[in-house]
């Protein structure tokens, strides 16, 4: 339930549930994100987060629960229905093409073309524009994405997502593996983000000191259930390592039982 006297959250759900056969992987999840804030949304393994996020961009149906965009309850019926609302998940994977340049790629399946050819020098001058104004620098948008590091190719993925009007922004991983050269690129880019006020971002991740370092606020989803909603700014990285601890003790405990 949003709070009264503030603004509607950009992507809100209610009472989510999902199951896999026996396993029950999601259980009256509620979650909010409010517009232009960065939701940081940590768990151990199994946890149910990639379900969560899967569910948030279409990819899989709740069996119960709700979900609002901008206080309207939609259905979403698909991937391509969630990113027509405003919803865009960048993956690990990342879904880049390697073999294709920076600006071929950040107009994938939504190519401009002046028949019959694609009007590559436009693309190429947009892709310019867009990567500049989000401050991602790189030398050349001609190059191949295969020869880029992984901050880089992780940079034009999130570029991509905004350029593609993405209003809510889901990052699975978006540091994992990175050194911290490259983490601090996607870091400073989800802060540029967050400054412009234009994208909410929920963001998957492991390593907790960046996550209070570059979120707003923080969830810890346990066992298929949100357990711990604060603002990063009233929580501590012992916290919430003790609490994912305590998690492991109690789980060490019953099964030894």
Not at 144 to 164: F, N, P
Not at 165 to 171: F, G, H, I, Q
Not at 180 to 202: H, P, Y
Request: aromatic share 4%; proline share 2%.
């Amino acid at each position: 339930m949003t709070t009264p006297g503030l603004t509607t959250p950009a992507l809100r759900v209610a009472g989510i549930a999902k199951r896999f056969g026996a396993l029950t992987a999601l259980r009256e999840i509620n979650l909010e994100v409010g517009k232009g804030e960065v939701l940081g949304l940590i768990g151990d393994n199994g946890a149910g987060k990639s379900t969560l996020i899967k569910i948030i961009c279409g990819y899989h149906r709740p069996d119960a629960g709700q979900i609002f965009v901008n206080g309207d309850e939609v259905v979403l019926r698909s991937v391509d229905h969630a990113r027509s609302l405003g919803i865009d998940t960048v993956y690990q994977d990342l879904a880049l093409v390697n073999e294709l340049s920076v600006y071929h790629n950040m107009f994938l399946n939504r190519e401009l073309v002046r028949w019959p050819l694609l009007s590559n020098r436009t693309m190429r001058r947009r892709a310019e524009e867009h990567l500049k104004d989000m401050g991602v620098d790189l030398p050349d948008v001609t190059v191949e994405v295969a020869k880029l590091s992984g901050g880089q190719r992780q940079a034009i993925a999130v570029a991509r997502s905004v350029y593609s009007d993405a209003k809510v922004l889901l990052l699975d991983e978006p540091l994992a593996a990175m050194g911290a050269k490259e983490g601090t690129m996607i870091l400073d880019l989800i802060r540029d983000l967050k400054e412009r006020g234009e994208v909410s971002v929920i963001i998957i991740a492991h390593n907790y000191a960046q996550v209070l370092d570059v979120c707003d606020r923080v969830n810890l989803l346990q066992h298929g259930e949100i357990t711990f909603d604060k603002r990063s700014r009233d929580t501590s990285l012992e916290e919430l390592t003790e609490l994912v601890v305590a998690e492991y003790r109690g789980g060490r405990r019953r099964r030894h039982k």
